[in-house]
């Protein structure tokens, strides 16, 4: 019976087997005929049951060999039980015999069919397995089918965007197609008008060059002219000169009265003029000391300028008063908070009672210095940016300013609005001064240039080309001397434009400032000192520093004392230090005023009062007194 039954359960498997089988191939038919799928899914899905089919045969190869090898043994068992059987009817042998091998006989085929029984176990258990297997592989089947739909939904969504997208690339192909014929046309548009813009601008250069001979050319001509002028005075002067030195003359310089000139006498328009300077007597001086011959000529040159920016009454060329010795500050008289913020420039009118601040709120404020006070006397507007330096003109009633709008104002001092602006540099106006001839002025700019500005046109008559930042610069009437970012001082002719002389520092030079009697150069350098170049010896320098001085920006101002005896600059630290110029050694330091880095101070002519300001809007006036 356990042969039959293992044999009826393969055969239930085979037959199972089978009937999946043909059952997928008789549903991929079916399937087949019923979908709209294209040809090649249909043929593709046959090949898998084939494939199918073919992989679970191959598994069950095995087991169709087993079983037909336990058929054998069971059929070898029916012949020996037969056999058996057989030999236990025979009449002829003994029982002991038949009993014993008998026995042996079914203690031997319960071995066997015990173990035949176990290969059963073990063969259904085998089938349970690989039945489980085919469920799995079934499942895996179906998913597979799922995503293969899906895919194919899928994969109709993606054909439909891909021609849209073709449709949609045709057309930019098209639009591509006419913005170049409308790029080639616009091209050659350009180089039409490129070609039209060349001639233009060399036709614009020609006609620039040919302004500006034209302006040299004037310029050459008025500098002849005022050669001529400066000739002829100093002819006049060395007579006069030569006159006064043969005669006895008592010198008082203090309270004066300047005589009319001829020309204003008979036309009746003589004024006294009640321009005191209060200054210290010249003790025990001789006729022909330097000074007194610079006094004598102070009063002998009473001219007029001609016409001018100024009135014919403003032309007349005041005399200036001296500063025999300058006072060494060494108490604060008075303290204010000059600006709404930081004070970038500060400067005395020549008679020492006036005094202009300027800063970065785009104002200057007058001050008249009385009683040891500074007193508000108006404000000057009209600048677009913060003031960077301010200037006097010698007599006192023009202020000449830099400004940070890139351009140098001009103003009267009965006049809040200036009287013009003189613009065209393309950086800010670092500083801007009158030459002697008061007609003149010259900007110093962090373009890099320098330019020479004629007043009564309010037009630039040249431009130098300095080389780097300008921070400061000094000028007389013939030569401009400018201190620059690249540890440079430069000396220029201003008839030529041409570079003279250079002096080469060890930091940047912030400012610059002229002896009284023009034989001495001092610059404020970022090396935290003072140098002062002998301009009458060739290298001759000397250096002031001091422990605790710091120059405190790129703008520092130094100056001389109006004797010409002493330097002073302001420090990062707030205090003011000020230097003996003949002995070198530092004079005094006064601290405490300031609370933040000082950047420009001032000295008055008469050199009673000096003036210090800085960054957090605070002026400071000193004395000795």
Not at 89 to 104: E, G, H, N, Q, V
Not at 165 to 188: A, H, I, P
Not at 288 to 301: C, N, V
């Amino acid at each position: 019976e356990v042969p039959c039954t293992v044999g009826q359960c393969w055969l239930s498997l085979w037959t199972m087997a089978a009937s999946e089988t043909s059952e997928s191939a008789r549903a991929a038919e079916r399937l087949g005929p019923t979908t709209k799928t294209p040809e090649r899914w249909k043929r593709h899905i046959v090949r898998q049951l084939n494939h199918r089919d073919r992989s679970q045969k191959l598994m069950f190869q095995d087991v169709i060999g087993s079983y037909i090898r336990l058929l054998e043994k069971s059929q070898q068992r029916a012949q020996i039980t037969q056999g058996l059987l057989g030999s236990v009817m025979r009449p002829d042998m003994t029982k002991a015999t038949s009993a014993d091998s008998l026995d042996i006989m079914i203690t031997r085929h319960e071995h066997l069919v015990t173990d035949l029984k176990k290969t059963t176990g073990e063969l259904a258990y085998q089938v349970i397995e690989l039945q489980k297997k085919i469920q799995i592989r079934d499942s895996v089947l179906e998913e597979q089918h799922a995503r293969m739909f899906e895919l194919k939904s899928r994969l109709g969504v993606v054909e439909s965007d891909w021609s849209d997208l073709q449709c949609r690339v045709e057309e930019v192909q098209e639009g591509n197609s006419v913005l170049k014929q409308e790029y080639d046309t616009l091209l050659e548009q350009h180089r039409d008008m490129d070609e039209t813009f060349r001639r233009e601008k060399v036709q614009g250069s020609e006609l620039l060059e040919d302004i500006i001979k034209g302006k040299e050319l004037a310029a050459a001509q008025m500098n002849n002219k005022n050669e001529k002028r400066v000739r002829a005075r100093e002819a006049t002067l060395k007579k006069e000169l030569e006159t006064a030195v043969k005669r006895k003359v008592n010198i008082d310089v203090g309270f004066g009265n300047l005589m009319p000139t001829k020309a204003a006498a008979e036309k009746g328009e003589f004024r006294e003029k009640t321009d005191r300077r209060p200054t210290r007597s010249i003790r025990s001086a001789s006729v022909t000391s330097p000074r007194i011959l610079d006094s004598i000529k102070e009063l002998f040159e009473i001219r007029k300028r001609g016409s001018s920016v100024s009135s014919v009454e403003e032309d007349l060329y005041l005399p200036a008063g001296v500063c025999v010795v300058a006072r060494v500050p060494a108490r604060a008289l008075h303290i204010l908070d000059a600006h709404e913020l930081g004070i970038n420039a500060v400067k005395f009118s020549p008679n020492s009672k006036l005094l202009a601040t300027g800063g970065t709120d785009r104002v200057i404020k007058l001050w008249d210095v009385r009683a040891g006070r500074l007193i508000s006397r108006g404000t000057l507007e009209g600048s677009n940016g913060g003031i960077t330096s301010i200037e006097f003109d010698p007599t006192g009633t023009k202020i000449l300013a830099a400004s940070y709008d890139k351009s140098a104002l001009f103003w009267k001092l009965d006049e809040c609005a200036p009287k013009f602006t003189l613009t065209g540099h393309s950086r800010k106006v670092t500083a801007a001064k009158f030459k002697c001839s008061l007609r003149h002025v010259v900007t110093g700019s962090a373009d890099r240039t320098v330019k020479l500005w004629d007043l009564q046109r309010a037009a630039c008559t040249r431009t130098i080309d300095v080389l780097s930042y300008c921070s400061d610069l000094v000028c007389s009437e013939y030569f401009v001397v400018s201190g620059h970012f690249d540890k440079k001082i430069r000396f220029w002719d201003s008839r030529s434009s041409s570079c003279t002389k250079e002096e080469t520092l060890l930091g940047k030079v912030t400012s610059l400032d002229m002896s009284p009697d023009h034989r001495q150069l001092l610059s404020c350098v970022r090396d935290e000192c003072l140098q002062v170049i002998d301009l009458r010896m060739s290298n001759a320098r000397s250096s002031f520093r001091a422990d605790g001085f710091k120059c405190g920006s790129d703008s520092s101002k130094a100056i001389f004392s109006p004797d010409g005896n002493y330097v002073a600059a302001g420090s990062a630290d707030g205090a003011v230090y000020i230097w003996n110029v003949n002995s070198g050694n530092l004079e005094t330091c006064l601290p405490g005023m300031h609370c933040s880095s000082i950047d420009a101070v001032s000295w008055s002519l008469s050199g009673e009062f000096f003036v210090s300001v800085d960054k957090s809007r605070r002026a400071v006036l000193w004395s000795d007194i």
